[in-house]
C-alpha cells in the first residue's frame, strides 16, 4: 500500500517536475497523500514526508496495531538518536523495546549494536536494524 502510495506520488510529481516550483510540487504531493500542509506544521521538516505516507496508509491499509506502533516506535528512536548524535549513517539503531516489538512479526533482521551510553537513561542495551528477513 505505501509502495503505491509512493509511485502514484513520484507519477503525479513527475509530471509537475520542471513546471512548477518546489511549494507546488509540495502541495500536489500532500494532496495526492490526502494530507493538509497545516497537519504536518510541528513535525521537523526531514520527517514530513515520512509522516505524511503514513497518514495515507493508516487510511488506506488499516494496518495492525502492531506494525503501526513498530513504525512509530522506530520513527520516534530514530529522530531522538539523530538529536543525540548516536546514529550511523544509513543505519536504523533501536532500543530493547523497539526490537521486542519488531521481533513480534518474525520478519525483521536486528544485530545487537551494544551497549550505549544515553543521557537521563544510563546504559541501554541497543539494535541496529538491518532490513525484512528473506524468509517473507
Known amino acids: 500500500m505505501v509502495r503505491d502510495a509512493l509511485k502514484v506520488m513520484k507519477t503525479t510529481l513527475d509530471k509537475v517536475k520542471g513546471m512548477a516550483d518546489r511549494t507546488v510540487r509540495l ?30 496508509w493508516l487510511r488506506r491499509a488499516k494496518p495492525d496495531r502492531k506494525l503501526l506502533k513498530a513504525l512509530l516506535m522506530v520513527m520516534i528512536q530514530g529522530e531522538l538518536n539523530r538529536q543525540e548524535g548516536l546514529t550511523t549513517a544509513l543505519k536504523i539503531h533501536v532500543s530493547s523495546a523497539a526490537r521486542e516489538v519488531l521481533q513480534e512479526f518474525s520478519s525483521f533482521q536486528l544485530e545487537l549494536r551494544g551497549n550505549i551510553s544515553v543521557k537521563g537513561k544510563g546504559s541501554m542495551t541497543t539494535y541496529w536494524l538491518l532490513g525484512e528477513s528473506d524468509s517473507q
Open 27 to 56: 502541495k500536489v504531493c500532500l494532496e495526492t497523500l490526502g494530507v493538509n500542509q497545516e497537519t504536518l506544521e510541528g513535525v521537523p521538516p526531514h520527517l514530513r514526508l515520512p509522516v505524511a505516507v503514513t497518514c495515507y
